[in-house]
């Protein structure tokens, strides 16, 4: 496999609640962190690309703000990327491409996301209102949550899931987020207690949603022979993108059950990484509700259509089955910080590369994929990651 770019550091604050500090002051905790991790310094830093605060950060201007606060210069580029869910990877996915293309030496992918300071009503206004078709959906108050219920209910019609099965997975993310550091939820939950939780739209309930979360992350990528000159790297292999031109919900009837845009962006992925689905040893996935992993575990190859629940169930997806998903805890334990979340996909597959997960470490990980996403999944970006 040749590496595209290498990840040579990582850093980031726990998923959290982060009230007496500032946006820039969390960016700095985990910028530093990975620098200093990488084993360079801010000097050799050729490119900032940042995922776009919320749009109650405090600090306006942010990328540029970052760059005077640190005081360093930047011969490449420094920018800031939106795409809602996708802009952690975004983020990464341009880094990567700054310095696969030459542009760059060194460039850094980076983000925080602040959102707990702000009450929740002023937080639905201005993010999960805007969602959707503003003459159509708005009105009817259709929100993330409300679609992936329409995937779960679906679900459950066509395949017989039941909701015990379903409820497997976020225990099973549970039980991962109790071993990682940087989860904002870590207490261990049953069956029970996910079939007992407060409803959100049916059939998913508490804990089969995220949190709100703040969190900040930065991921250091340089050229292949840099990174090896460094000695610790973990190399970014292959890449797929597809968007369905679907704005969140279709307006043609479409099979719920499936997630077209994943298909296609980790096929293409698989290929330029020269691998198949089964070779993956774990995935870290932007999923945002119990239903959504599942989905995606068959969309992208690990389990045949209408079985993933039952590979749930069983233990395929968790440490020590198959192929473990979301060994961070996932979305709904981890936390999920929307604009970083990919971010915090890449550190985990980092250190599942490098060996250094832990007790939560998948035993000879040597290829690892991680995803984002848009709207109901109507479009998909996938990495491919392997260690040397």
Known sequence: MKPLASVVGIGALPVGKYVDVLEHEMMLRALVEAVEDAGLSKSDIDALVFSLPRPYAEQRYFGTFMAGYLETPIDDILLEVLGNGMTGGLAFDVAVDRVATGKAKVAVALGVNRELHVPTGKHMELTMRAVGDVDFHVPFGVTPIAWYALNATRYMHDFGLTREQLASIPVKNRRHAALNPLAQLRKEITVEDVLNARPIVRPLGLLDVPPRSDGAVAIVIARPDIARSLGRYVDVVGRGFHHEGVHQVSSRPRDLTVFESAQLASRTAYESAGITAGELDFLEVYAPCSI???????????????????????????????????????????????????LYNVYEAVEQLRGEAGERQVEKAAIGAVTAELGDYNATMMHILANS
């Open 292 to 342: 959504v992993e599942l989905i995606l575990t068959e969309s992208v190859g690990l389990f045949p259509k209408g079985t993933g629940g039952i590979a749930a169930a069983a233990g395929a997806t968790s440490l020590g089955g198959q192929v473990p998903v979301c060994t961070s805890g996932g979305l709904a334990s981890r936390g999920h910080p929307p604009h970083v979340t990919p």
